[in-house]
């Protein structure tokens, strides 16, 4: 999945940044303004067979002309992004009493592009829409740092790092925001009291299916054309937190056992997937390469589960294509003794313990030269801090015992 982003990043200069595009009016007035981070990943045939590639909106993406301030009640503002061979990231806005939206969401994706879609069977150009992603307080801007994930057909969209208004009155950026839900839920603790005058019901804790240990570590590789081009060792859990069918959270760990998890997946000069099958759950590591960097990290997380019975939706997916985790130079290997938690969306945590890995660049199935987690580098600072800390206690001590036994001396005179 990662070759698609890394030949259109080296060809369109697409980066995991957030960029910034403006829409004005006739008179050159700013109607809209809008800072955005977008990862796209899109599924298409070669040949019959599925190929998944993903890609970021670039910062040399262009304001279309289609763009527009809106005419009153009979046309509303739109944002239209073109950008590549062909493609199109559009924004309609509306509004409603006190409040503006994003009312539809659209993407165009034109499958010729053979620098996004190489071999693609199909030369068309495909839509997908998706309704009602953004709400805020008229006169406010929106903001949102954390990822919301629109899934469509075929085409998975995350959009992060946004803050956006329209309908602006004097051209700038409001001082008043309206937070997404996302950002207020993984920074707001839920109090469990209840304000005078008002009703409140608090959001139940999720309850937890199984509470395991932690999981066994397990040993896994692929080969690729050159040999061995992947090689883990590391223990993997998965920590789901999910509906009810009675309103209430729960909360499914899964712990994958090595003897009962299948392994398979491919890779080339610059990319690499691994997929781990254990039971009713799939997760798929998805590897690049920073070439510039030499070095190699973890860019995305799919995971794939069936809940629980009494989940409202037992069917779980979830990916996450903005991550930079796991990262080491090549020819070397990654490590950490330390639990590290890879955050797919808010509602998937994938734990992975005591892991080692290693890309790309791999000699006899053996890894190369280790560099340490900042977990593991931390938790070794820590003890060395507090030995050192001791250390001086005791040369204080030692010093105004010696300086008190020599002043004690003093006080007499010899007869």
Request: charged residues 15%; glycine residues 6%.
């Amino acid at each position: 999945m990662a070759r698609g982003l890394l030949a259109a990043a080296a060809l369109l200069g697409f980066l995991q940044a957030s960029s910034s595009f403006e829409v004005k009016d006739p008179s050159g007035k700013v109607c809209i303004i809008a800072d955005l981070t977008v990862a796209f990943s899109v599924e298409y045939k070669i040949s019959g067979k599925k190929e998944f590639v993903q890609f970021f909106l670039p910062q040399n993406a262009s304001v279309a002309s289609q763009s527009s301030c809106g005419k009153g009640n009979t046309s509303h503002p739109v944002l239209v992004l073109d950008f590549g061979a062909g493609h199109s990231l559009s924004l309609n806005f509306s509004e409603s009493a006190d409040k503006y939206q994003v009312e539809e969401f659209v993407f165009h994706y034109n499958l010729s592009d053979a620098t996004l879609f190489p071999n693609s069977t199909a030369g068309d150009v495909k839509t997908v829409s998706h309704k009602s992603i953004i709400q805020a307080q008229m006169g406010t801007k929106y903001r949102c740092i954390n990822s919301k994930h629109i899934n469509m057909k075929n085409v998975n969209v995350t959009f992060s790092n946004v803050t956006l208004e329209a309908y602006l009155t004097n051209g700038t950026l409001s001082v008043n925001k309206t937070e997404c839900a996302e950002d207020m839920i993984s920074t707001t603790t839920i109090v469990p009291t209840t304000p005078k005058h008002t009703t409140q019901v608090p959001t139940p804790a999720p309850t937890p299916t199984s509470s395991p240990s932690n999981p066994a570590v397990g040993k896994y590789n692929v080969t690729g054309p050159n040999g061995t081009c992947i090689l883990a060792y590391m223990g993997l859990q998965l920590n789901i937190t999910y509906p009810k069918k009675d309103g209430k959270m729960g909360l499914d760990l899964l712990n994958f056992l090595p003897p009962n998890t299948t392994s398979s997946g491919k890779c080339d000069n610059s990319f690499a997937l691994l997929n781990l099958t254990f039971e009713k759950a799939k997760v798929v590591f998805h590897f690049a390469l920073n070439a510039s960097a030499e070095k190699f990290f973890l860019q995305g997380v799919s995971v794939r589960t069936t809940l629980p019975p009494e989940a409202k939706n037992p069917s779980f997916e979830a990916s996450n294509s903005s991550m930079s985790e796991l990262r080491a130079s090549v020819g070397n290997s990654y490590k950490c003794s330390s639990e590290e938690n890879l955050q797919v969306t808010d509602q998937a945590l994938l734990n992975v313990f005591n892991v080692q890995i290693q890309i790309f660049k791999i000699d006899g199935d053996k890894f190369g030269p280790v560099e340490e987690c900042q977990l593991d580098e931390n938790n070794m600072l820590i003890p060395i801090i507090v030995g050192a800390a001791l250390a001086g206690l005791v040369l204080i001590v030692l010093i105004a015992y010696l300086i008190g036994r020599k002043r004690s001396h003093a006080g007499y005179q010899t007869i």
